[in-house]
């Protein structure tokens, strides 16, 4: 479904990503963790196409084609989606409002009709009670005066309205407490299916514990330097990443 | 003073029929004006706003009435067929375009210059009491002739929004439009009021309107000016408040038109425990400039007032928001907030601000502030990555920056042709052409 080649990505003239190889194919979640700075982050924007970083060299293919060279806008409407680790708040733009302008963008760009506001709202209350979000959210701006947990979730609601192919998940749990976490974890494994896959980035073992990742590979420095199974995560958590540095 | 085109028509403004106390008013208002003549911009209040051309037109009373239909002003009714509403049109008082309520226990919704025989006791106690004396509003004071006058008893609550049309009509070049209305609520009363400016076919003209409330001991009013001027007119507007123990009022201004507009707001909390919520949205696009004046006068203690206004600019728009609030000693407790917020959408749009508080009273809760900025790449970055193109984007922010003053407004028909109208115009792409 995806795949990464020889990835270098620079922002205002620093080198982030040296060289990262990735292969992600349909049905499958992997997992990257890695210590504060090593460019985890900036591997999600990129995907999710942030044009503030630079691609220098290397190729992203999505779907047998040059996900580099599609706006933001296309990539969500091909199936991408990224939760961000920071999401933005939008003041005056109710969750509503929003949900249902995302979705029928995507909608229309797949040819369905645009969903109405009536039948966009049994929709929503349907999600939302996945996530277990108060309804009052529905009617409140777009992530103003949530708290992080809150805002994580709303997130995973997006997700879960705008059902991606690749969803791709920026240190969800981090500032989530077990019982948020938990929450934020059936919704994303709710969404598992052979056709669909999940990239999770994430600092902690913890959230894999919910999340079970077919694979993880751990980044330090712009560079994969170790991949393996699940197992590898208790490894991390043992011996922290110093140990894959050192194993260089 | 070079305001001799004026002179001719001051002369004729004298009325015999109009009753002693009536031309008292026009004639020191017209002593006022002469004296002080069209602010220029070394004058601290009208430092943004440029004026000096008004000296160089010749402009005169609007002469010309033609007759409109039910039809031509139903675009401005917000869909609503069973409020009160008083249509004017380029000034003059049309009962036919109009439908009031029975005028009963005192109750009146209705001509000002009617009142004149059937309410005289009534004006002359409060027409001209509280609007401070600026050029514009001596130069209204000195032609008053006709606007709306409420007056609600004692505990009266009327449910339906009041509308007030101001429509402009082939008015001619240079005509000038002066409605003057005068609203007086008795203790415990109740009413929405709204004022609507808008023109067919318009030209050039210049509304100079000005509005004095008087809100009783516990009277609550809701109060929305919409400005959709013609795009080549000027529009002056003063909304000049007072409010008595325990009164609450409650605004929204809205300026979507005039080639030039500016709305003065002025509130005297002038008993305790008054309350006041002033909110403003200004939408400026191609050469539009729209200035938003308020000043709030806490005398008394326990008064609260919270402002808020927002702009959206865009082409070489200009927008002006100036506020003080004066806090007199011994108004302690006083609870007053003022916020500015404008949006600039292109690079030659230009906003000012100037918050002003002024404290003479230690126990107080104050705060003001005020921003410039512009659409937010992020926000934009991230609304793209849900698939919402950039134009759409665009469309959504500016949408939400506007909705939080809209949905201040409580009437739902008003709100809603507010957000249809405004969603419409951030949809033209002729609007994001600089």
């Known amino acids: 479904m995806l795949e990464i080649k020889n990835l270098h990505v620079s922002i205002e003239g620093k080198e982030i990503l040296k060289g990262i190889d990735l292969k992600i194919g349909a049905g499958h979640i992997h997992a990257i963790m890695g210590p504060n700075g090593s460019g985890k982050s900036t591997l999600t924007q990129v995907l999710a196409g942030n044009e503030a970083y630079t691609v220098t060299k290397g190729e992203v293919i999505y779907q047998g084609k040059n996900l580099l060279e599609m706006s933001p806008e296309k990539r969500a409407r091909e199936g991408i989606f990224l939760a961000f680790q920071y999401p933005v708040e939008i003041p005056g733009v109710s969750n509503a409002y929003f949900l249902r302008a995302a979705l029928n963008e995507i909608r229309v760009s797949k040819g369905l009709d645009e969903i109405d506001a009536v039948d966009f709202l049994t929709f929503l209350k349907e999600k939302m009670k996945l996530v277990e979000m108060d309804p009052s959210f529905i009617h409140r701006a777009v992530n103003e005066g949530f708290s992080g947990g809150e805002k994580k979730r709303n997130e995973i609601l997006q997700m879960a309205i705008l059902e991606p192919t690749l969803a791709i998940l920026d240190e969800t749990d981090s500032g989530l407490d077990i019982d948020a976490l938990k929450i934020v974890a059936a919704g994303v494994n709710k969404l598992r299916s052979p056709e669909r896959a999940t990239l999770v980035v994430t600092h902690y073992q913890r959230l894999l514990n919910y999340i079970v990742p077919d694979f993880i590979h751990v980044l330090v420095d712009g560079r994969i330097m170790k991949s393996g199974h699940k197992e590898l995560a208790f490894q991390l958590e043992e011996k922290g990443y110093d140990w894959v540095r050192e194993g260089v | ?434």
Not at chain 2, 5 to 33: G, Y
Not at chain 2, 402 to 427: C, G, H, M, W, Y
């Open chain 2, 1 to 434: 003073m070079t305001q001799t085109h004026f002179f001719n028509a001051f002369a004729s403004a004298r009325s015999s029929s109009d009753p002693v106390w009536l031309n008292r008013i026009k004639e020191s208002a017209r002593e006022r004006f002469t004296q002080l003549g069209f602010p220029t911009m070394r004058d601290e209040e009208w430092r943004y706003t440029n004026v000096t051309r008004f000296e160089e037109t010749p402009f005169h009373s609007a002469s010309f009435f033609p007759e409109l239909s039910q039809v031509q002003i139903k675009p401005f009714s917000f869909g609503a067929v069973n409020w009160p509403t008083l249509v004017f049109v380029n000034g003059r008082f049309v009962p036919e375009l109009s439908s009031s309520p029975k005028n009963h226990k005192g109750l009146y919704i209705g001509s000002l210059h009617q009142a004149l025989v059937s309410n005289p006791k009534l004006l002359e106690a409060h027409l001209n009491r509280y609007a401070k004396q600026d050029a514009f509003t001596a130069l209204n004071a000195a032609f008053v002739k006709e606007g709306a006058l409420i007056y609600l008893p004692e505990e009266e609550t009327v449910n339906e929004p009041i509308h007030l049309i101001f429509v402009s009509a082939s008015s001619g070049q240079n005509a000038l439009i002066q409605p003057r209305n005068l609203i007086v609520a008795g203790p415990k009363s109740k009413a929405t009021v709204v004022e609507s400016y808008v023109a067919i076919n318009g030209t050039t003209y210049f509304t100079n309107s000005v509005t004095e409330i008087l809100a009783g001991e516990e009277a609550n009013i809701d109060y929305y000016k919409i400005q959709r001027e013609g795009t080549e007119a000027f529009h002056i507007g003063t909304t000049q408040v007072e409010l008595q123990r325990a009164a609450a009022f409650n605004s929204v201004s809205v300026s979507l038109g005039a080639r030039l507009s500016r709305h003065n707001v002025n509130v005297r909390l002038g008993a305790e425990d008054a309350q006041c919520e002033l909110n403003g949205l200004y939408l400026g696009s191609g050469v539009q400039h729209m200035d938003h004046h308020t000043f709030v006068d806490h005398p008394k203690p326990r008064g609260t007032s919270h402002q808020l206004y927002k702009g959206i600019l865009s082409g070489e728009a200009s927008g002006v928001f100036s506020g003080k609030i004066f806090v007199r000693e011994g108004a302690q407790k006083t609870d007053a907030h003022q916020t500015n917020k404008n949006l600039l959408l292109s690079e030659k749009a230009t906003a000012d601000t100037r918050p002003q508080l002024e404290i003479l009273a230690d126990d107080v809760q104050c705060t003001h502030g005020a921003a410039v900025g512009q659409l937010d790449e992020s926000v934009i970055f991230y609304l793209k990555t849900r698939g919402i193109g950039f134009e759409a984007a665009r469309r959504i922010l500016c949408y939400g920056f506007a909705k939080e003053v809209i949905e201040r407004i409580k009437i739902p028909a008003i709100s809603e042709e507010l957000d249809r109208l405004i969603l419409s115009q951030f949809s033209d792409p002729v609007y994001w052409e600089h």
